[in-house]
């Protein structure tokens, strides 16, 4: 695949996932909440680290990139 038609599908797919989290909230709304995501909280600071939400995500994207790979 050419870098450019790369950088245009990730920026479609940043167009898309921007519009989900402004439009439609409720669809993310288990985002950072999975068992697995550690949040720490203590004397004013806030430490969040979400293992299984990017797991999830990491998942997600090396299925769809496959899936686009194999088109080609």
Do not use: Q, Y
């Amino acid at each position: 695949m050419r870098v450019g038609n790369v950088l245009v599908l990730v920026g479609l797919v940043l167009v898309g996932v921007g519009l989900v989290l402004r439009f439609a909230p409720w669809l993310v709304s288990w985002f950072g909440k999975l068992p697995g995501d550690i949040l720490v909280e203590r004397d004013g600071t806030t430490i969040f680290i979400p293992i299984t939400s990017m797991l999830v995500v990491s998942i997600l994207l090396s299925i769809l990139l496959n899936l686009f790979d194999r088109g080609t």
